[in-house]
Structures are given as structure tokens and as C-alpha cells.
């Protein structure tokens, strides 16, 4: 497997099954090479299996969504690159061409049907004051300085934040055919807050969604509410629109149930505040507004509702959202639980709890839904050695049978190495899991060089998900070692929370228990040690190497290297004190004595710092902060700067820069632990330089 196979993978995105269980719509990803984007498109497979067709061919469609009867699919196009997606509506049976339902400025978002099928709830951040032909042709041929009064002005991946276009919630009428809009959409929501994830009562009469609706959300920790607003307004105004479930802390996920109750996950958010709220499964039950539910997964000490397995092939288009549904007559729900590096479909029962897993604790489910009788759930399952395949579990007989692999024919043609799980004592006795990859031609016997790979978050997990880098480092000849050191997530609250105020330090201890019992095994040489990470992973490699010497190359990948400019700079705000106990004014020392900048005149170790020039998230100036200090140590080092990238380039970044990475990352360690030559790195003062992707491994 190398660098270049990237560019031959295709994802399956958003599978969803129909209300009757027959048919799973989903979007199909590849990318295109010669545009270098990913193209969508809209596939079907029936779910008693069978080969798979394309609904669309257009180039950029997601987000297919059934009508209650199974005739119709909404779904996103956006008409053009650049341009925002609008609102389709494609007719399944009987065929017919997609017809378009919006027109409006700023797109549409998040469709989701009326139980009659007569009208589609979405959303969009048009303003009709503002985005008129008038506004559009007096545009300034430069956008004019803001004025800003709000910590948070932009965020990573997403840009400008737009206080004049929050996303709001519309609603479009159908014609009695059900296939074309009666009249112009019409919007139900206004004000400074944004909604999102809309749903319908069971009766109809009321549109649910989701909303932080406080003034100052900077100063508390997170918080969603679900509420409702009447989809019959002729005009959006603050009145009308009412709360119905409050959870101490953010609602993630919910769904209503035919009976009046709402499911719902989410962060059980504490006073003080922790780093990591593990989420919990909730029951809201009339009358409503419910200010608390019932906590079905207490008794569960694993996160519950959501995937938090880290994998640099999830899809990078497209989307999706795990399962979360009312199944057996409303006594249990299904859903996903994450459990020691693994996400799995379970069964909760929502009187006692109880939870029963229901597929193989060594894949993780990416994305899924479930059929509107409970009987079906489309999903698509990956693995550490297969990327995302799409299955079917059928709840009646357990079983799980797979429909379409869109990576088959690349797979079976490419070499990969082992993966194979382990535990081991950390430095205290604390067991902590892992895994390596070792090179497809393996043998014990010899020596090999080592990468450790250490992951962001913190608060996510490593374990079943598919990780295309590891394995072209693998083919190149590396042992690559990944772990879940504290602060990793599936292992408990208290685990997950642990390193709260002391970030780094036991979890750092822990990835360096798993470099040793790793050497204790005998096939890895102690001498050609290599490290890496991105986000916290990269604020852990800038420890690894202001810590200790013992690793012959390192490359830290968008970094935190200073935590006071971190929390001075970064896209979200950090006056809630799950992170350090008060701002960086209040106690320099404390952020002093967990910034790798504060020891970097210790650091030995050859370092390439990778960043993008617009991450928000860690911005920039971390990963130059590190390379300023390499080269004023005169430790050899340089630096790859991407352009119009920003923190997510190693997942959903430009085709040919995600290729491009990868190739100068292998280039680096290939030249400090195995000697071979690397021209691309010969000057490190070059400033700006490029570098050409092979087209084989022959360099």
C-alpha cells in the first residue's frame, strides 16, 4: 500500500435505509484526480443483496433522505464548485428526473420530511434582508473590516463566522404531486442563534431542533437544547418557538418516538468542569418541557451514541450519523456503544439498561440507520485491515451481511502488513491497549525501525478504525506502533478524564511503557526510534522530543507547541477551565510548565513540523513556534506549510495534498532512520520548497 493508492479509494457515506427496509440509499465518494476533489453521488442496493446502481451522476450530491413512503428521496446538489448545495427531490418508483426545490442564497442543510410527506423542514443561513439582487449587485469588490464583539470569529474548516447569516430553520411545501415546491420556501426561525438537526413530531404539528440559545456561550462549558417551532408560520419571529428537553450539558443526538418520548445523547456536563463528559444515553419522558431525563446508560461505563474511533479513511464527503432509534415497541434503543478502541451496534434496554452488543467488537460502525419498524439497520462497518464496507444486520436473525465494498478490488491487489492487538503494564500497573502493524514481509528475527504513533483529541480513540498512513509506512519498512494512553476515550469516564490539568504528563508516560514493551519483544531496533502525532498527538510529539533524546527522528503534524498563544488564539474559546484552572494572565506558570517551547532548547532530535496555513484550530504559529526553536538549537529540521488547508488536511484535505504529506513524512524518517537519501530535505533554510509525488516507490 502506498502514498498514491489514496488516490484510487472510493468511501460509502451516509447510508439510508428505506422506512420499509427493502432498499439502503447512500453516498458514494471518489475522488477525482483530475480536479483533485471528491466527486459524490447517490447510489441504491437493495438490502436482501445484489449488485449496487447509481441514482446520480452529478458531481457533488449527499445527504439522501427518504419520504415516509418510500417513493421519493431529498437530497443536496450543489449546482456548481463554489456554490452553495440547494434541495432536490428525486422520484424512486416510476423514475423521473431530480427536481430542484430551493433557490436560495446561502443553500440548504439537514432535510427532513413531514410524517405526511407533503412538506420538507431543512436549514440555511439565507437572510432575506440581506441577500437580495440589490445587496448582490452594489457587493464591494473587497469585503469591508468587521467589527467583532465575540471571542469566537471563525471556525477550523468551516471560515468566517457570520453573526448576519446564522443557519435558521425553513420549510418547503409540496404540490399535491409530491414532487415539486408549492410556492416559495418559507422560514420558521430568526434571531442571534443557530439551528440545526431538524425533526418532526410523530403528529406533524411541530418541527423539533437543536439550539444553543444563550447569549454567551464563551463563558459556560457546551449546551444544546432540543426545541420546536410551529411549521405553519407564514413568518419567523421569537415567539412560538418553545424548549423541550434540557439536558445538564450538550444534546447531541435525538429522535422522537411514536409515543411522545424523545431519545436523546449527550456530554452529562459537571460542576467544576471536566475535560471529558463521557455521553450518555437519556430518556426525556411528558410532560414537556423536560429540564432532565432519565439516564438509561448509567450503569454502562462506556460512551454511548457516538463514534469517537480516530481513522484518516472515514469519509472525507458525504457524512452520516451512527444509529440512534426506538426498537421493540419502544422498550429499547438502538445505537452504538465505544468499548476498549471499538464502536458497536447494541440494543439498550431503556427499563433496566441493559445492553447487548450486536456486532463483532473488532470493526467499528462508522455510519448507519435504522428501518422506521426497527427490524433493519443499514451500516457501514470498518476494520483495522478494510476500510468502510457497507452491511446489513437483520435484528431478527443477528445477522450482519455485507453489501457492497467499494475498496475490493484495490485491497486484494496491494500488499499490507499484520495488525495485531495488544496490553501492556504502564509505567504504574495501569493496563493500556495497542496495536502494531508490521511490515507485509515481517520476520522476528530481524530489526526493524519503529514509528510511534501518537493520536489527537485528546479525548478520542484509536483501535478498529483503518489507518491508510500506518500501512504506507508499514510497506515502506516500519514497525508502527499506536496506543490509547490516558485521556483516550471507550475505557470510562475516569480514564478518559484523568489527564485533566496535567496535559501532557501520565499519558505521555504511558505511550512511552508501550515503546518499551514493544522493544522487550525483540524486533525492533532500539536505535531508530521515530515518532509522530497530529493535534494533541502533535502537542505530545513536541514533548516526546523536549523530554528525551531517544528517538532518532520525530514530525510533528498541526501542533500545539505554547499553550498560552493556544488559548489566546485558537478558533474555540477557552474560558471554561477544563483545560487549565484560569487564563494565562492568571497563572503563566502553569501554561509555562506544559509547553513544549518552554524546554525546546533541550531538543535534539531531527524534527519536520507539517502544518496548515489555515488551521484555526491549532493555528499555525504553534508548528512555527517549533521550527523557530529547531533552528535556532541548530537541531536539523524543516517545515511543510500547506496552503488553503486547514487542521482536518490529513482526513479530508485536497486529494493530492494528503498524497504529497504522506510521501514527505516517509521521505523524513526514511532519511534519519534508514539512511536513504532525501533530497527534499537537503537545505533546510529553503524556506519554500516543493516536492514532486512519485508516481511509484522507486525513489
Not at 98 to 104: E, F, K, P, Q, V
Not at 464 to 481: P, R
Not at 581 to 597: I, V, W
Request: net charge negative; glycine share 10%; with cysteine.
Amino acid at each position: 500500500m502506498r502514498e498514491e493508492d489514496l488516490l484510487r479509494l472510493a468511501w460509502i457515506a451516509d447510508p439510508q435505509i428505506s422506512p420499509d427496509g427493502r432498499r439502503i440509499a447512500y453516498v458514494h465518494v471518489a475522488v477525482d484526480a483530475a480536479e483533485d476533489r471528491y466527486a459524490t453521488a447517490l447510489w441504491i442496493v437493495p438490502a436482501a443483496g445484489g449488485p449496487p446502481r447509481a441514482l446520480t451522476f452529478a458531481r457533488a450530491d449527499a445527504c439522501p433522505r427518504w419520504s415516509p413512503d418510500g417513493t421519493r428521496l431529498a437530497f443536496l446538489r450543489s449546482p456548481e464548485a463554489g456554490k452553495p448545495a440547494q434541495l432536490w427531490l428525486l422520484p424512486i418508483d416510476g423514475g423521473g428526473e431530480a427536481i430542484r426545490l430551493t433557490d436560495l442564497a446561502k443553500g440548504a442543510g439537514s432535510p427532513a420530511w413531514s410524517p405526511d410527506g407533503r412538506r420538507i423542514a431543512f436549514t440555511s443561513g439565507t437572510n432575506p434582508a440581506l441577500d437580495t439582487p440589490e445587496a448582490e449587485a452594489n457587493k464591494p469588490k473587497n469585503p469591508p473590516g468587521r467589527i467583532v464583539g465575540r471571542p469566537m470569529v471563525q471556525l477550523d474548516n468551516a471560515g468566517a463566522l457570520d453573526p448576519d447569516h446564522n443557519d435558521h430553520l425553513w420549510v418547503v411545501d409540496l404540490a399535491a404531486d409530491g414532487r415539486t415546491a408549492s410556492g416559495t420556501p418559507r422560514m420558521l426561525t430568526t434571531g442571534s442563534w443557530s439551528e440545526h438537526d431538524p425533526a418532526w413530531t410523530p403528529d406533524g404539528r411541530r418541527v423539533l431542533f437543536l439550539s444553543d440559545r444563550r447569549h454567551e456561550p464563551w463563558f459556560g462549558p457546551e449546551d444544546a437544547d432540543v426545541w420546536s417551532v410551529d411549521p405553519a408560520r407564514s413568518e419567523p419571529t421569537s415567539d412560538d418557538v418553545a424548549l423541550v428537553a434540557d439536558l445538564a450539558g450538550p444534546i447531541q443526538r435525538f429522535v422522537a418516538g411514536p409515543d411522545g418520548r424523545l431519545l436523546a445523547t449527550g456530554g452529562l456536563v459537571q460542576d467544576p468542569p471536566r475535560s471529558y463528559d463521557q455521553p450518555e444515553l437519556v430518556l426525556f419522558e411528558p410532560p414537556f418541557p423536560a429540564r432532565r431525563g432519565r439516564v438509561v446508560s448509567a450503569g454502562h461505563d462506556f460512551e454511548v451514541g457516538q463514534s469517537s474511533i480516530a481513522s484518516d479513511l472515514h469519509p472525507p464527503r458525504g457524512g452520516g450519523s451512527v444509529p440512534l432509534a426506538f426498537v421493540d415497541n419502544g422498550q429499547a434503543a438502538l445505537t452504538v456503544v465505544g468499548r476498549h478502541g471499538a464502536c458497536l451496534l447494541a440494543r439498550i434496554g431503556l427499563e433496566d439498561g441493559s445492553v447487548s452488543e450486536l456486532t463483532p467488537a473488532d470493526h467499528e460502525v462508522i455510519a448507519g440507520s435504522v428501518s422506521a419498524d426497527g427490524s433493519r439497520a443499514a451500516l457501514v462497518l470498518g476494520s483495522a485491515n478494510r476500510p468502510g464496507v457497507l452491511f446489513v444486520h437483520d435484528r431478527s436473525s443477528g445477522a450482519v451481511t455485507e453489501l457492497v465494498d467499494p475498496n475490493r478490488d484495490l485491497l486484494a491487489g496491494t500488499r499490507r502488513g499484520g495488525v495485531e492487538e495488544f496490553w501492556y503494564d504502564s509505567f504504574d500497573g495501569q493496563k493500556i491497549q495497542g496495536w502494531i502493524v508490521t511490515p507485509p514481509d515481517f520476520d522476528a528475527k530481524r530489526k526493524y525501525p519503529l514509528v510511534l504513533q501518537i493520536h489527537g483529541g485528546p479525548h478520542v480513540a484509536y483501535g478498529t478504525g483503518f489507518f491508510h498512513e500506518f500501512h504506507v509506512l508499514a510497506e515502506a519498512g516500519y514497525v508502527v506502533l499506536y496506543v490509547n494512553p490516558r485521556g483516550s476515550t471507550t475505557y470510562g469516564q475516569e480514564f478518559g478524564n484523568v489527564i485533566q490539568y496535567r496535559y501532557p504528563g501520565d499519558d505521555w508516560k504511558d505511550l512511552m511503557a508501550g515503546v518499551d514493551a514493544l522493544l522487550a519483544r525483540g524486533f525492533v531496533d532500539p536505535a531508530r526510534l521515530g515518532v509522530t502525532g497530529g493535534s494533541g498527538g502533535g502537542l505530545l510529539t513536541n514533548w516526546t522530543v523536549v523530554q528525551t533524546d531517544r528517538f532518532a527522528a520525530a514530525i510533528t503534524q498541526r501542533c500545539v507547541a505554547d499553550w498560552s498563544s493556544f488559548w489566546y488564539g485558537a478558533d474555540f474559546s477557552q474560558f471554561t477551565h477544563f483545560w487549565f484552572r484560569g487564563a494565562p494572565h492568571d497563572d503563566p506558570a502553569d501554561f509555562a510548565a506544559r509547553s513544549p517551547l518552554t524546554f525546546a532548547r533541550k531538543a535534539t532530535t531531527p524534527l519536520l513540523v507539517v502544518h496548515s496555513e489555515h488551521d484555526w484550530r491549532t493555528p499555525i504559529v504553534q508548528g512555527e513556534g517549533m521550527f523557530r526553536a529547531m533552528l535556532l538549537n541548530r537541531t536539523p529540521t524543516a517545515m511543510v506549510r500547506f496552503p488553503g488547508e486547514g487542521h482536518e488536511l490529513s482526513r479530508s484535505g485536497a486529494p493530492s495534498r494528503r498524497v504529497q504529506n504522506q510521501h514527505l513524512m516517509r521521505r523524513w524518517f526514511d532519511r534519519w532512520l534508514q539512511g536513504m537519501e532525501a533530497k527534499e530535505f537537503d537545505d533546510p533554510l529553503v524556506v519554500s520548497r516543493t516536492s514532486e509525488v512519485p508516481a511509484a516507490r522507486g525513489d
